[in-house]
């Protein structure tokens, strides 16, 4: 990959976007990881405003700690960039006792960490309707089009993807290109939707470089001849996730009506 072109195209098509569409920047939710860290700086590059938005729940120290540390130096580096902490924790709180109780199960434990996201999608399109900026998602090409790694109506909720189509590889080669902290480099991929140390690959069950091997074979359709036993595991966990997430990844159904009942 031509890394430094990439950057540049990114950077032009943010800025060609925002401008034919009148609005004024960007906002971008800030995890401390590397997509967040990858977007936000692209965006910065644009010259256009930024706003940078933390809202943690229950949140990882560490997270948190990596999350300033990239503002803090985004901000050092670009004029355009501004940041704002809002904490969820007492609103998630609430809406857990504004609904039902129910049966502890790990369904309730993911459509809890799914509210989160959900919460966190409102409040970043809250500061774009506040500042006519646009809500740039941070899922890269493996999580949006590869195993549906995301909350549906939650991080998937944005008004344009500027990394969608870089494998993780990829994005790991443009934060470097861009300056992302070391410490956001290396730090292990986590979503931040439990409140524990959980990584992506624990959640997932194989590494984003195994996923993007497993989507390429399926994309190229080569054939499993000469597989060893973990890569058939691995295929076979991609394709179960792929399917199994469709839903996030296509359209809306619509039910049609047909002419003759209108």
């Not at 229950?58 to 580096?77: F, G, M, S």
């Not at 609103?91 to 509210?115: D, R």
């Not at 006519?132 to 909350?151: C, H, I, P, R, S």
């Amino acid at each position: 990959m031509q890394t430094e072109k990439v950057v540049d195209h990114i950077v032009n098509w943010l800025k060609e976007y925002a401008t034919n569409a009148r609005m004024n920047g960007f906002v971008v939710g800030i995890s401390g990881g590397i997509d967040s860290a990858l977007t936000s700086t692209l965006c910065a590059k644009t010259g256009l405003r930024v706003l940078c938005v933390e809202m943690p729940i229950h949140q990882d120290e560490r997270q948190v700690t990596r999350a300033k540390e990239h503002i803090k130096q985004l901000k050092e580096r670009f004029a355009n960039v501004t940041d704002v902490e809002v904490n969820l924790t007492d609103t998630f709180e609430q809406m857990k006792k504004a609904v039902p109780v129910a049966e502890m199960s790990e369904q309730l434990n993911l459509s809890l960490a799914n509210t989160r996201a959900r919460l966190r999608m409102s409040t970043l399109y809250y500061f774009a309707g506040l500042h006519k900026y646009l809500v740039a998602g941070t899922g890269n090409k493996v999580e949006d089009f590869g195993v549906g790694f995301y909350t549906k109506y939650g991080d998937g909720g944005v008004d344009l993807s500027p990394i969608a189509d870089l494998m993780k590889s990829e994005v790991y080669a443009c934060a470097a290109q861009v300056g992302v902290p070391e410490s956001i480099q290396k730090a292990a991929p986590t979503d931040g939707l439990w409140g524990d140390d959980r990584t992506d690959e624990d959640q997932i069950g194989a590494t984003y470089d195994q996923l993007e091997w497993a989507m390429t074979q399926d994309e190229d359709n080569s054939t499993s001849d000469n597989w060893t036993d973990e890569q058939h595991r691995v295929f076979k966990l991609y394709k179960k996730l792929n399917t199994a997430n469709l839903h996030k990844m296509n359209p809306i159904p619509v039910c049609e009506i047909p002419v003759n009942l209108k």
